[in-house]
């Protein structure tokens, strides 16, 4: 395990952007990046896999939908079948128009809170958890870029320094210890 | 620059003559007197209506047998005789409504591209200008479609045929309903409106596209600001006449019925068709080595319009058809009671075409950026919406002697090879690409 954390601080979002590419470039891996709002493309340079949350959204509108079918059945066709629009006619594909608004809505609702669910279990998120960023600012106008090593890290340091860099700072990784 | 390949020229060629003579050949075999139509459904329907007929007879007969009064019998003669007009009248409008439609058709696709070219222009949108000359090549078609209207709207005010019922002034004698719409439904103020809006969107595109090639060649971007300009004064001014256009030309086929939202509906209708007409001919002309600049950035980016402008239509769609359905008042209902009975398989299917088919096929990032996949539900959304115009406009015009032959086919012959012709031709009058548009370099670098 890496025993230093390399934090190197910048001001713009262009200058993060330009100086992961060069970091990548000269083969440093980047651990982390901390910004205070989503950088258009910053996961495209980091080389992020593209996220998989999309196909489980709809997976969960899937869900959703299915669920609304069978809850408006049982509602208003089987356990008390209900007069709707002055169209008695107890069927459900009859009066499928009048569910339509309902199916939309579980749709999106399923989707949506499962999909925020699986991000905060995916991220090891919860309420009340104490923020793991470590410089404040980096919630306000500075990006971070985090990288851990091993030994004296002379090269990576000369590497982030030709980068338009607002300030490096080395600290021990207590994660290591 | 672009030039018109000779296969193009030929093939447009073609599908104008088939879809004339086609159009010809209804026109000429349509009946002149009742007997011929009542002659003509007996010959090419089977017996069940016969049936039902009887069935229905028989019913009577029971009803007036109760009554025991004659002249119940003298009415029921006067009913069915006026019935055989209506067959009359239907069989006779067929080829005009199959022309009417495709002529609709074909100038929504070039409208509805005017408002998209109007809205990239109006939002000064980064990502598009390399697509402007495509989408100005498809809006050339908007002067003769808008014409060809025109041209159809006068016959129709001339009794040349019966579209409109309410032009005809027996059916107005007796028609409470249309009496008191008659201030704004009449033949002069209709065709007065019609060359109003026609006017102002020739117009706007006609000053558009000059200050769109003057762009290329000029050395600051007054031209560019001054398209702006105009391009937003243009789209209050369309939103309206659009709307007011879809009562005149689609709305009012069905007099008694009205719709608030069927500007939009229609609006959703012409967008969705346009955009997808643009992505057609981009992806045409790249196959053909043309638009080199242009990538599958751009492309998704037009799969992403053409999967959330199907959605938009089928919000619209359904907020109308929900809303009548619900209530259930007699004078609203009838209008989707006709098309449920009589236009089942077309109404419904176009559900289908423009909202299943584009959801699926489309939703995933991926797709969007493969080119036969945009084709292919590109075709599948044009079929979807011409139903569409049809289901808007047969039902009134045809009622239950509609039949998707002769004359539908040769009026979407003649329209696509006209539409063809006329949008090839202009591609070829201009650099493919605005070369002088401030925002080009922005299009060209466009990453999704």
């Not at chain 1, 990288?147 to 207590?174: Q, S």
Request: include cysteine; proline fraction near 4%.
């Amino acid at each position: 395990m890496a025993d230093k954390i390399l934090h190197a601080v910048y001001d713009d979002d262009d200058k993060l952007m330009d100086a992961v590419k060069d970091l990548r470039s000269s083969n440093f891996s980047i651990d982390e990046v901390y910004t205070p709002f989503p950088v258009h493309g910053l996961d495209k340079a980091l080389g992020l896999k593209p996220t998989r949350l999309a196909i489980l959204s709809f997976i969960y509108g899937c869900i959703g939908f299915c669920f609304a079918i069978f809850m408006m059945n049982y509602i208003m066709i089987v356990d008390w079948p209900q007069n709707i629009g002055g169209k008695p006619s107890f069927s459900f594909i009859e009066n499928l128009p009048s569910f339509v608004p309902i199916m939309f809505e579980l749709t999106v609702f399923f989707a949506a809170h499962l999909m925020v669910i699986t991000f905060y279990l995916r991220s090891k998120l919860w309420p009340f958890k104490e923020a793991e960023n470590p410089m404040p600012s980096t919630t306000d106008d500075k990006f971070l870029i985090e990288i851990k090593f091993n030994g004296d890290g002379k090269a990576l340091k000369a590497a982030v320094k030709k980068t338009d860099v607002l300030e490096v700072k080395i600290i021990d990784n207590k994660e290591s210890n | 620059m672009y030039k018109v390949s000779k296969n193009i020229k030929i093939f447009s060629l073609t599908l104008m003559v088939i879809g004339a003579l086609g159009l010809g050949f209804s026109f000429y075999s349509a009946p002149k007197t009742i007997e011929q139509a009542k002659e003509m459904v007996a010959d090419s329907h089977s017996d069940d209506h016969q049936k039902v007929e009887s069935q229905i007879s028989e019913e009577t007969h029971a009803i007036d047998d109760s009554h025991s009064s004659s002249g119940a019998h003298n009415e029921e003669g006067a009913h069915s005789s006026s019935h055989d007009e209506h067959l009359l009248h239907y069989l006779q409008n067929r080829p005009w409504s199959a022309l009417y439609v495709a002529a609709l058709f074909f100038m929504f696709l070039s409208l509805g591209t005017l408002a998209f070219y109007a809205i990239q222009r109006a939002s000064q949108a980064g990502w598009s200008p390399l697509l402007f000359r495509v989408m100005e090549g498809i809006t050339a078609y908007l002067l003769p479609g808008t014409l060809i209207i025109l041209v159809i709207l006068i016959l129709s005010s001339l009794h040349l045929n019966h579209l409109f019922v309410w032009m005809d002034p027996e059916v107005v004698a007796h028609d409470k309903i249309i009496q008191g719409k008659v201030g704004y439904l009449n033949s002069p103020f209709l065709i007065a409106r019609a060359i109003f809006y026609i006017a102002g969107w020739n117009f706007y595109r006609y000053i558009s596209r000059k200050y769109s090639i003057a762009q290329d060649n000029s050395s600051d971007i007054s031209n560019h600001t001054k398209n702006f300009k105009w391009s937003a004064g243009f789209l209050a001014f369309f939103i309206v006449t659009e709307s007011m256009m879809s009562w005149d030309w689609i709305m009012s086929v069905d007099p008694h019925w009205f719709s608030t939202l069927f500007g939009w509906y229609v609006f959703a209708s012409m967008f969705v068709s346009g955009i997808t007409t643009i992505a057609l001919i981009t992806i045409y002309l790249k196959s053909k080595g043309y638009l080199e600049k242009v990538n599958h950035n751009h492309i998704h980016d037009l799969g992403k319009f053409m999967f959330g402008v199907s959605v938009f239509w089928t919000y619209l769609w359904f907020s109308q058809f929900m809303l009548i359905w619900y209530a259930n008042i007699p004078e609203e209902v009838t209008y989707f009671i006709t098309r449920i009975e009589d236009y089942n398989f077309p109404f419904f299917g176009m559900i289908v075409l423009n909202f299943i088919f584009p959801l699926l096929l489309l939703m995933n990032s991926d797709y969007k950026r493969v080119n036969w996949f945009i084709v292919m539900t590109g075709i599948i959304i044009l079929i979807g919406h011409y139903v569409d115009v049809f289901n808007m406009i047969m039902p009134a015009t045809v009622g239950d002697q509609w039949y998707f032959g002769i004359p539908e086919i040769s009026g979407i012959s003649f329209f696509a090879g006209l539409f063809i012709y006329v949008v090839f031709n202009s591609l070829a009058k201009a650099p493919l690409e605005p070369s002088g548009d401030p925002l080009i370099k922005e299009s060209e670098k466009f990453v999704y």
